[in-house]
């Protein structure tokens, strides 16, 4: 039982991350809501089918907060922004930097920092290394 909650938890989440910002992540999530809603509903169906036999009642509130944190914490992730996809690049013109391996933009001259996060990974230092 914990490894389905967890387990179905960080499904929902990383597709929701994977997909965010995107109509996709936003169907991800909620056809994790409309999986739990049934989930739900099968258990309150099977203790009404058995009589009351396999029902745990405590179980009920559980699902919904558990169904309620996926969905909400799933709509958040699915919130957040996006990376920018076109990877290295000048920031002061934008100009594409991928296949680049000078410390200078050749579009507009600006010194491009060797180590700057928002450069990615970037191999300059056979370029540095020249005197
Ligand atoms: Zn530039």
Not at 60 to 72: E, F, M, S, W
Not at 115 to 128: F, N
Request: with cysteine.
């Amino acid at each position: 039982m914990i490894p389905f909650f967890t387990g179905y938890a960080v499904i929902v989440w990383w597709l929701a991350g994977k997909y965010r910002r995107s109509v996709l992540g936003f169907l991800w999530v909620g056809a994790g809501a409309l999986f739990m809603a049934l989930v739900i509903f099968g258990h309150y169906a099977l203790g009404i089918s058995t009589n009351g036999r396999i029902y745990v009642e405590v179980l009920q509130p559980i699902l919904y907060a558990y169904g309620a944190v996926v969905t909400g914490m799933g709509f958040y992730i699915a919130c957040l922004p996006r990376r920018v996809e076109h990877g290295p690049h000048c920031h002061a013109c934008a100009y594409d930097l991928r296949s680049i391996r000078t410390a200078i933009c050749p579009e507009c001259g600006t010194s491009i920092p060797a180590r700057d996060p928002r450069l990615g990974t970037r191999d300059i230092s056979a370029e540095q290394a020249r005197p």
